[in-house]
């Protein structure tokens, strides 16, 4: 295992050269070259704003060590480390852990997590997340609570909209696991979860999103500037009415990035389509293989419920508006998430069999 992830280390700093000498060459590193020549100094802002945060580390370690380089390795062992802890707490054997190190090793997560960005901070902090959640599943005692709060701080901080539902999946097996629920226990806690999130988006978001504010700001965000950068159709929404009717088909679109009707026009993105195509399709069968699984022995777990509606699902949904009008967008905000979608699905798939006859059913 360590030779393989040494490997993957070494994968990973390729990406920085491949990012900065040649990908580079054919598409802006997104904000990544601002951040590292960014004059940002420490203040309180930096604390709270996520775009200053990351100009503050960026920008102070390329003035240390007088190149960009030295930044971009520093995100790099970021991510890298924050994948490790998550990985060796996953208890998967060689085979699952080869076919996740190829998946996180394909080329669209790799570079855009290898160089400096918010992409490869939330890639940290998710992951340390997610290895302090499989400690908790499988009964062992957190050792490392402070990190892990602080990560869980610093997520809803640079990319909430992509870490809520890891942090909830995480806070409900805390608390049921801490207080020993038993499984009808956790049913009356899971309809009021779902109850008190219907509500929330009933009474704030509904109304937001139907006067057109989150309409607006989502179009204006690639549409309404001259260097957005919009490579989708501008008016997918006609009527706001058309977040809701739309946001099936758009999940798709903004989770694969280029169509293959794009790819058609522009044979460059072929290779990211076939990649996002591999990506759906590792995440689906392993999605599937729980389900058959729970299925064969008669016992559907809530953890996995769990997590397909708000890991899956509704990270899905939160990323459908901002990459459904560009598709380069669409394949680097979703490698903030990609880790996740890889990772979580094949550990509960091997929790499950692991411990099929503790398994807190419905």
Not at 65 to 92: N, Q
Not at 166 to 188: C, D, E, P, W, Y
Request: hydrophobic share 55%; glycine share 6%; net charge positive.
């Amino acid at each position: 295992m360590n030779k393989l992830f040494k490997t993957y280390f070494f994968i990973k700093v390729f990406y920085i050269f491949f990012g900065v000498y040649i990908f580079s060459r054919f598409s802006a590193l997104g904000d990544s070259d601002r951040y590292t020549s960014s004059e940002a100094e420490f203040t309180l802002d930096s604390l709270i704003n996520r775009t200053s945060l990351i100009d503050l580390i960026a920008g102070t370690i390329t003035r240390i060590f007088i190149t960009p380089l030295a930044s971009h390795l520093f995100f790099c062992i970021l991510s890298f480390y924050g994948l490790y802890f998550c990985l060796k707490r996953a208890r998967l054997n060689k085979v699952a852990m080869l076919g996740v190190i190829l998946m996180l090793s394909l080329p669209d997560f790799a570079m855009w997590t290898s160089i400096s960005g918010k992409e490869s901070f939330n890639v940290f902090t998710t992951s340390i997340i997610m290895g302090g959640l499989f400690d908790v599943l499988y009964g062992k005692k957190l050792t490392n609570v402070v990190i892990i709060v602080l990560c869980i701080i610093l997520s809803l901080l640079v990319r909430p909209h992509y870490s809520v539902g890891l942090i909830s999946l995480f806070s409900f097996v805390l608390f049921t696991q801490k207080i020993a629920l038993n499984a009808k226990g956790m049913l009356i806690l899971n309809i009021f979860t779902v109850a008190c999130f219907a509500f929330l988006v009933y009474t704030i978001a509904l109304p937001f999103i139907n006067e057109g504010g989150f309409v607006d700001i989502a179009q204006a965000y690639f549409i309404g500037f001259d260097d957005a950068g919009a490579s989708r159709n501008a008016n997918f929404w006609v009527t706001n009415s058309d977040y809701f009717s739309k946001m099936f088909s758009g999940s798709w679109i903004a989770l694969i990035g280029p169509t293959f009707n794009e790819s058609l026009n522009r044979p460059i993105y072929f290779p990211f389509f076939f990649e996002s195509l591999l990506f759906v399709g590792y995440l689906l069968y392993y999605l599937l293989l729980s389900i058959i699984f729970q299925f064969k022995i008669k016992r559907l777990s809530q953890y996995f419920l769990i997590m397909l509606f708000y890991v899956i699902i509704l990270t899905a949904i939160m990323h459908y508006p901002f990459g459904v009008f560009n598709s380069g967008s669409a394949l680097r905000y979703r490698s903030a998430f990609y880790h996740i979608f890889i990772i979580l699905p094949v550990f509960m798939y091997h929790y499950l069999k692991a411990r099929k006859l503790a398994i807190k059913a419905i």
